[in-house]
């Protein structure tokens, strides 16, 4: 057992845990984090117990181990002092809807996200908490491809942000819209709403986030068939600071993948299918939502390669997954492309 530390150690314990996340070493801040709450829990100080789990969840969650983050999550909303504050059961529950949404578990995602959400209304003096629930909300139902209801809830974090422009979460409350204004076809809105992002964001203050917003850019401006040269900008950038402060596998993986949807949709099959087919090989990597769509792209480039025996079981993989996530219509976009491929046979 853990040995009680006096306070000048535990107050050095946390001051290297905030220097590990900030350095973005979330494997180190994790071991700091854990420590920290061994620490807690044998001077049974709640508080700095329920601190420091959260902590932990939010490493792991970073490190894209989201079982593991789902699993601290489930325990601190049985913690006793999740039941006693709305605000800490907000975070708790907008915590497990991140880690839901990002091994694939959509519906759940959005359930996890709406209660957070709701736990928030009952804190209107903590704004920012509301806002990163509603993001969560967003994100899930954006992934889902329940696209109109994602629409009234950025339409509500908007509002939200108007009286709380200095929110630390702006920038990625704009980007969350402005994806899905892109889904939506809205792609005016969605170039605005993610301009507004990019001067909010910045590559000197977090080169990490900024590297994330140009991928999300990417991706939702591709699924909206926008092929403009600011879309292979964004991917560009994406790639450069990826490759300075590097990423987990799973941040490759699903880079490679946007960089093949941009390949599909430019006509170069040949130059995709290879990328793609990587990204099958390491599905295991990213969630099955992710999984799904690179079926369906590898199952687009072989149509367009004359492979229809390859793409016609490429997209029944990508249905199938498509249905495990609860992305409903999107593993009906896989269908409509297989029966168009048997149409032509």
């Known amino acids: 057992m853990t040995e009680q530390k006096p306070p000048e150690q535990r107050l050095m314990l946390e001051l290297q845990t905030r220097s590990a996340w900030n350095e973005r070493n979330y494997e180190q801040a994790q071991a700091f984090a854990m420590e920290m709450a061994d620490c807690a829990a044998i001077e049974e100080d709640s508080i700095g117990y329920w601190n420091a789990t959260f902590i932990v969840a939010e490493c792991l969650r ?3 181990r989201m079982d593991e983050s789902k699993a601290f999550a489930d325990d601190l909303a049985v913690h006793p002092l999740t039941s006693q504050s709305t605000a ?20 759940l995602a959005i359930e996890a996200a709406k209660s957070a959400v709701q736990d928030s209304t009952a804190e209107p003096n903590e704004p920012s908490i509301r806002i990163e629930a509603q993001n969560a909300l967003i994100a899930a139902l954006a992934e889902s491809g329940r696209l109109e209801a994602a629409w009234q809830q950025s339409r509500s974090l908007a509002e939200l942000l108007s009286s709380n422009p200095e929110s630390p979460y702006a920038g990625q409350s704009y980007w969350a819209i402005g994806n899905v204004a892109f889904l939506l076809q809205r792609t005016d809105d969605g170039i605005d709403y993610h301009r507004w992002a990019a001067k909010t964001l910045s590559p000197t203050n ?21 092929v403009e040269p600011e879309t292979l900008e964004c991917i560009e950038r994406a790639e450069l600071a990826s490759s300075i402060v590097g990423g987990t596998e799973r941040d490759h993986e699903e880079l490679k ?12 099959f040949e130059a995709s299918a290879d990328l793609l087919r990587s990204v099958v090989a390491n599905k295991d990597l990213v969630a099955s939502h992710t999984a799904a769509q690179a079926h369906f792209l590898l199952g687009q480039a ?10 016609t079981a490429n997209l029944e993989l990508s249905e199938e997954l498509f249905l495990q996530s609860g992305a409903e ?10 029966e168009s491929l048997r149409r032509r046979e």
């Open 62 to 64: 970073k490190q894209g």
């Open 88 to 107: 800490l059961s907000a975070r708790v529950s907008t915590l497990a809807a991140f880690a839901l949404q990002g091994r694939g578990d959509l519906d």
């Open 206 to 226: 977090d080169l990490d986030l900024w590297a994330r917003f140009n991928h999300g850019s990417a991706q939702v401006r591709l699924a909206a068939g926008v």
């Open 257 to 268: 993948l946007t960089r093949a949807h941009w390949l599909v949709l430019t006509g170069q």
């Open 302 to 311: 072989l149509s367009g390669l004359g492979n229809k025996a390859g793409a």
């Open 329 to 338: 219509d999107r593993a009906t976009a896989a269908r409509e492309l297989i």
